[in-house]
T-cell receptor
Framework: NAGVTQTPKFRILKIGQSMTLQCTQD?????MYWYRQDPGMGLKLIYY???????DKGEVPNGYNVSRSTTEDFPLRLELAAPSQTSVYFC???????????FGPGTRLTVL | GQNIDQPTEMTATEGAIVQINCTYQ??????LFWYQQHAGEAPTFLSY????GLEEKGRFSSFLSRSKGYSYLLLKELQMKDSASYLC???????????FGQGTTLQVKP
């Protein structure tokens, strides 16, 4: 089991560019989450999904979009990158709503 | 509103014991988690409390009082590798959404 994998590890974007952060899990988990972590801060929830075809907003969804067409994949889309989106992005998954979340290694994004 | 508070930084000596406190106010409660995060790495799961009391796991223990909205993480026999950030997170609903505190950066000195 690879667990939760994320690509890319690092990315630099120019203002206004778009990109997709990939997240894949091979544990057959139903629940998946996207968080962002700014320097010296805790994690803030961007979007989450409780199963394929179902997504919902978290605390800080503005500027992002998600889709969940399969159980394994939960990509995060940035349409018009802004400097405020410079952060480390973590994807996580768990089997059920009360279970422990397991995190991917993160994507470090810089928007200049 | 939803709020989770923990100290920003702590320092302790190798071999000692340290207690990291966390207080929370959330609209629902389905468990409290502690994660460890080394610099530049992902959070890794340490402990989970859903009922009041102490959960022990080797050198790490976690305590919960739901009536007081309070938890602590106790680290014994500190080692240099314990230098990391410790994140307190509350699961507020059955959707599994976690609300994180800002994290406590622990520095262990020789």
């Amino acid at each position: 089991n690879a667990g939760v994998t994320q690509t890319p590890k690092f990315r630099i974007l120019k203002i206004g560019q778009s990109m997709t952060l990939q997240c894949t899990q091979d544990m057959n988990h139903n629940y998946m989450y996207w968080y962002r972590q700014d320097p010296g801060m805790g994690l803030k929830l961007i979007y989450y999904s409780v199963g394929a075809g179902i997504t919902d907003k978290g605390e800080v969804p503005n500027g992002y979009n998600v889709s969940r067409s399969t159980t394994e994949d939960f990509p995060l889309r940035l349409e018009l990158a802004a400097p405020s989106q410079t952060s480390v992005y973590f994807c996580a998954s768990c089997q059920g709503g009360t279970d422990t979340q397991y995190f991917g290694p993160g994507t470090r994004l810089t928007v200049l | 509103g939803q709020n989770i508070d923990q100290p920003t930084e702590m320092t302790a000596t190798e071999g000692a014991i340290v207690q990291i406190n966390c207080t929370y106010q959330t609209s629902g409660f389905n468990g409290l988690f502690w994660y460890q995060q080394h610099a530049g790495e992902a959070p890794t799961f340490l402990s989970y409390n859903v009922l009041d009391g102490l959960e022990e796991k080797g050198r790490f223990s976690s305590f919960l009082s739901r009536s007081k909205g309070y938890s602590y993480l106790l680290l014994k026999e500190l080692q240099m590798k314990d230098s990391a950030s410790y994140l307190c997170a509350v699961k507020g609903s059955n959707t599994g959404k976690l609300i994180f505190g800002q994290g406590t950066t622990l520095q262990v000195k020789p």
